[in-house]
T-cell receptor
């Protein structure tokens, strides 16, 4: 299995809702990432997990809460989002450490719309 | 701060021609570079990568060139096909503990039949 699977593919939520985005990979990668991508812009890093521990938080607002329950799963919990948070949320994984090549695999993303 | 950028936001080529997409980077400590292709509604798809100790790498119909002197990266696509139409991003990995990728601004490639 060489894929990163993200669910749901599309999500519409109100500003008072709580929802979660899910990401799963079975490539044995020990680093997982959340990126946010606005239309016509490059992906921007939000969080990095290494060996199931949060290693980087790129000053993301607390209304986004990541969780890594195990080495194959990565969640992003959403609460009290704003319309400007509408974007494509991408999950990626790679071998941990700096030795990996071809190792950054992205999922297809969750298209989030906040109304 | 460090950044990766692209010179051309849109590139239009005739089917069968060769395409060249360029990228400038500013972090001289970056040790690894990747080109991604992103089609509408999809996540970035790996095309080709290159390490900083190389200056050229070839794949199937694609070649990446790295010029560390001027901090320039390019992607060459031979015999461009309609299926190559997409947005192309370069990404660099700084030599940092976080193993993070930083993406450039993206170039849209449009292939005319």
């Amino acid at each position: 299995d060489t894929e990163v699977t993200q669910t749901p593919k599309h999500l519409v939520m109100g500003m008072t809702n709580k929802k979660s985005l899910k990401c799963e990979q079975h490539m044995g990668h020990r680093a997982m990432y959340w990126y946010k991508q606005k239309a016509k812009k490059p992906p921007e890093l939000m969080f990095v997990y290494s060996y199931e521990k949060l290693s980087i938080n790129e000053s993301v607002p607390s209304r986004f809460s990541p969780e890594c329950p195990n080495s194959s799963l990565l969640n992003l919990h959403l609460h009290a989002l704003q319309p400007e948070d509408s974007a494509l949320y991408l999950c990626a994984s790679s071998p941990a450490g700096t030795g990996g090549s071809k190792g950054y695999t992205f999922g297809s993303g969750t298209r989030l719309t906040v109304v | 701060g460090e950044s990766v950028g692209l010179h051309l936001p849109t590139l239009s080529v005739q089917e069968g021609d060769n395409s060249i997409i360029n990228c400038a980077y500013s972090n001289s400590a970056s040790d690894y570079f990747i080109w991604y292709k992103q089609e509408s509604g999809k996540g970035p798809q790996f095309i080709i990568d290159i390490r900083s100790n190389m200056d050229k790498r070839q794949g199937q119909r694609v070649t990446v060139l790295l010029n560390k002197t001027v901090k320039h990266l390019s992607l060459q696509i031979a015999a461009t096909q309609p299926g190559d139409s997409a947005v192309y991003f370069c990404a660099e990995r700084g030599n940092n503990a976080g193993n993070m990728l930083t993406f450039g601004g993206g170039t849209r490639l449009m292939v005319k039949p």
